[in-house]
DNA sequence: CGTGTCCTTGAAGCGCATCAATGTTGGTGG
DNA sequence: CCACCAACATTGATGCGCTTCAAGGACACG
């Protein structure tokens, strides 16, 4: 049974930009259905062309980059309202895999019906080109983390984004949201050692930072958080949902 | 005097796609001058919500953003035919500085044109959309190496990168191709010290891999030195122009 | 010529990776 | 119900790739 998206239940929270109700119909047509996958289901893979395109509704997973050595970069955690493929959608192509952590479900687009948004719906269009604009700084500001911080400052600095987007989706209860991945997801959006990420993340344990365990992260001060990481806690813009 | 986008010298590079002669008078109308830098100046500046897009026409410069540890992280090089402005054409917001490395010729653009380039040319809101991606692309492959090649692979990639990039611009004689930046910026690209970068361009140099030195970059062994990095040396997909 | 910028080289030390082993939990089958 | 196993977290020990510090060389420029 597939989620209208007059009702998404996405578009409610303050995260998303509102949607006119012509711009909502218009996706509604766009979207051609629903799909379930399990945890450790590859989503897309990188360098193929993939006919569909998807928006994570439920669930999270990660986005990653393998090398010929078999090491692996991740590129960032998918988290609900995200859209995924754009790479696929605009250059026929993608640069990276995506990987479902929890049970996902996600919104399936065709691949074709982008050129007709290009053509009759410029205002979704220009929504389109700002989240891939949001991608490539966010990206910026990642390989700031990994060439410029030091792994303490490069773990706090993840754990501020995180929790600045689990709060912006409303996942946040008494400081604690799901964070449903291994420390070596983390470690390799890092590039750290699983080994150190799991030293580091003690050490913000022991100092009443940030509590990540079980699948959950607490945050007990974000601020202090934030200035060992010297990075921001800004409200997160509204972006965009497709 | 201001070129003429239907004399642009840059189209007929092999890198970049054909402009129908509608488009290139779409462009002609977009344009709404040239802009000369020197050295070091500062084009775009992070956080700034530019009114002016730039795409470059000659010269080059790099990206990039400053933590507030006063530490650098290049994002990019920026090389005739890139796009400058993305980000405060599309969120209102630059989420990093950019700045001339040589004396560059900019074409300007109005960036309250951007939306009548959605609403009245689709095709060319596409290939705008088309380079965001490619930026995320990119980005994402930079982060790769950063974090998860050793110091000699990383410079490796980057060279083939930037070799791959010039040959495509018809910029590469004999082997050789200008590359007129400092050692300090690769490293800051890469996430190196200095020193290190240096001595690991001496390996690459003495094993008549690579040598750079004077603004020149010279490969003799292209397939060695993509061997090094593990990446590949295919060949450059046609861009779009704007 | 003095000064600034960039490249080069040597030496010392640290932040991190790697290796290794053990603990914990949940699932599975006999 | 317990033995077993796989996946992940944890902790200690060792060492290396890198950073940092330091000094000097090669230009270019006023």
Redesign the interface.
């Known amino acids: 049974m597939a989620q209208k998206c007059e009702n998404c239940p996405l578009r409610q929270k303050p995260l998303f930009q509102d949607l006119s109700p012509d711009e909502v119909r218009f996706m509604q047509k766009f979207k051609v259905g629903e799909l379930v996958v399990d945890p450790g289901a590859p989503i897309l893979m990188e360098g193929s062309n993939s006919p569909q395109l998807f928006t994570a509704l439920r669930g999270m997973g990660i986005r990653y ?1 393998t ?3 078999g ?3 991740v ?1 960032s955690f998918v988290f609900p309202g995200d859209f995924i493929g ?2 696929a959608g ?2 026929g192509e993608m ?2 895999s995506v990987e479902a952590t929890t049970q996902m479900t996600l919104c399936v687009f065709d691949r074709s019906g982008i ?1 007709n948004l ?2 009759s719906h ?2 979704r ?2 929504d ?3 989240l ?6 966010f ?6 983390s ?4 030091s792994a303490i400052q490069a773990i706090a600095w993840a754990l501020v984004r995180v929790f600045l987007r689990g709060r912006a989706l409303g996942l946040v209860r008494n400081g604690v949201m799901p964070l449903p991945f291994r420390q070596q997801d983390l470690a ?4 750290l050692s699983l080994v150190h990420t799991n030293k580091t993340l003690a050490v913000l344990r022991d100092r009443q930072l940030a509590a990540w365990s079980d699948g959950e992260l607490q945050v007990n001060n974000l601020e202090a958080l934030a200035d060992i990481a ?2 921001d806690t800004e409200k997160l ?1 509204a972006r965009p949902i497709l």
Do not use: C, Y
């Open positions: 980059n090398l010929q050595n090491r692996r970069q590129l754009m790479q605009i250059m640069g990276h050129w290009f053509k410029p205002e269009a220009f389109l080109t700002w891939a604009a949001s991608e490539e700084h990206l910026g500001e990642a390989l700031s990994v060439g410029q911080r390799d959006a890092l590039g010297e990075t813009p």
